[in-house]
T-cell receptor, first 115, second 109 residues
Framework: ETGVTQSPTHLIKTRGQQVTLRCSSQ?????VSWYQQALGQGPQFIFQ???????GRGNFPPRFSGLQFPNYSSELNVNALELDDSALYLC??????????????FGPGTRLTVL | QKEVEQNSGPLSVPEGAIASLNCTYS??????FFWYRQYSGKSPELIMS????GDKEDGRFTAQLNKASQYVSLLIRDSQPSDSATYLC?????????FGTGTSLTVIP
């Protein structure tokens, strides 16, 4: 176990709805990243939060947004859900020390199905 | 060109054999390199990290990095059926981690 937790485990939504996914980082970690993993693909970077600010973003539209809280937990919000948003959403946490050796650890993921 | 490419699978090896997994990356600015294992329906689990050229061994696993060739590999010695999973290569450049699509490994008892 990595100490990174995510909720909920599974979620079913319909097209056009909005969803919020949650992540608690491992103790001592100050950085959270979110990934989308479609079936048969590798994880795709959505964005990263460090000290409550977004400090990196992948090629995802603005309807994907997030927050990081003072306790370093995080939320991923997706608005106007589309069928292609169906995927495993992964949260990863790490302690950013400024070193290139910073390693991230994944939570168990949230499986989102959009009907 | 994809940031990270992995050798196409699936890969099947008999129990006790050496499994070899390969990965290339496109950006010479990539700073650190990782191998994750992912069982079906589960999240990726870190196996190895490597940061400098050469080999790094951890138990039955050996990661190899060649920055000049932009190449990372993972060797699994004495493969076990429990090693059957998808192996993801990831590279880190500044903030972002880039993942390959993964190589599916099956170890046949």
């Amino acid at each position: 176990e990595t100490g990174v937790t995510q909720s909920p485990t599974h979620l079913i939504k319909t097209r056009g709805q909005q969803v919020t996914l949650r992540c608690s980082s491992q103790s001592g970690h100050n950085t959270v990243s979110w990934y989308q993993q479609a079936l048969g693909q590798g994880p795709q970077f959505i964005f990263q939060y460090y000290r409550e600010e977004e400090n990196g973003r992948g090629n995802f539209p603005p309807r994907f947004s997030g927050l990081q809280f003072p306790n370093y937990s995080s939320e991923l919000n997706v608005n106007a859900l589309e069928l292609d948003d169906s995927a495993l959403y992964l949260c990863a946490s790490k302690k950013t020390s400024g070193s290139s050796t910073d390693t991230q650890y994944f939570g168990p993921g949230t499986r989102l199905t959009v009907l | 060109q994809k940031e990270v490419e992995q050798n196409s699978g699936p890969l099947s090896v008999p129990e006790g054999a050496i499994a070899s997994l390969n990965c290339t990356y496109s950006d010479r600015g990539s700073q650190s390199f990782f191998w994750y294992r992912q069982y079906s329906g589960k999240s990726p689990e870190l196996i190895m990290s490597i940061y400098s050229n050469g080999d790094k061994e951890d138990g039955r696993f050996t990661a190899q990095l060649n920055k000049a060739s932009q190449y990372v590999s993972l060797l699994i010695r004495d493969s076990q059926p429990s090693d059957s999973a998808t192996y993801l290569c990831a590279v880190n450049r500044y903030v972002q981690f880039y993942f390959g699509t993964g190589t599916s490994l099956t170890v046949i008892p």
